[in-house]
């Protein structure tokens, strides 16, 4: 599955839309990962187990948009975007969402 945030694919030619295809993770912090993120925000530096947490979430946001572009029978995604959000009470939860365009091109 080829996957790029361009709306074109240089060389190929689209011959198919599919439709607009999302993969959307919702994902908790629980309480050891705030309290060690805690810590990387009152010592300062970066807060690697944030980071671990929002690559696994955009992965598997990707990884269901692509699921859902095959299941279209395209063999691309197209113009994807990448949005994140915070949520709950005290946005314990982080919202990935992943779009783009599925296509079939040759």
């Known amino acids: 599955m080829l996957v790029t945030t361009t709306p074109t694919i240089d060389g190929k030619e689209i011959v198919e839309y599919k439709g607009v295809v999302f993969g959307e993770v919702i994902s908790g ?14 010592f300062g530096g970066r807060s690697s ?47 990935v969402i992943a779009s783009g365009t599925a296509v079939r091109y040759i």
């Open 29 to 42: 912090v629980n309480f050891v990962k705030d309290f060690t993120a805690g810590l990387s925000n009152f």
């Open 49 to 95: 187990t944030y980071e671990e947490e929002l690559i696994t979430a955009r992965g598997n946001a990707m990884m269901e948009m692509e699921q859902r572009a095959v299941q279209l029978g395209a063999n691309a995604v197209v113009g994807v975007d990448v949005d994140y959000e915070v949520l709950g009470a005290n946005n314990g939860m982080l919202m």
